[in-house]
């Protein structure tokens, strides 16, 4: 559940400063609520896509 909190906040910060920027160099407007939740939605999808796909090794027993 921690994990999936700090995906949220992270990909809400990382969008607000995307959206900034990138709204900045194109000469749009900027809408901080659409662009932080946009990141958040598709980096917590990313996330657990990869997180379903990429599975930590089984150790297995020596005999």
Do not use: R
């Not at 990909?11 to 939740?37: K, R």
């Amino acid at each position: 559940m921690a994990k999936q909190l700090t995906i949220l906040f992270w990909g809400f910060i990382y969008g607000e400063v995307i959206g900034y920027i990138s709204a900045a160099l194109s000469g749009s407007s900027f809408s901080p609520l659409y662009s932080g939740v946009f990141v958040m939605i598709v980096g917590f999808i990313l996330v657990n896509v990869l997180d379903y796909f990429i599975k930590s090794p089984v150790k297995k027993d020596h005999e």
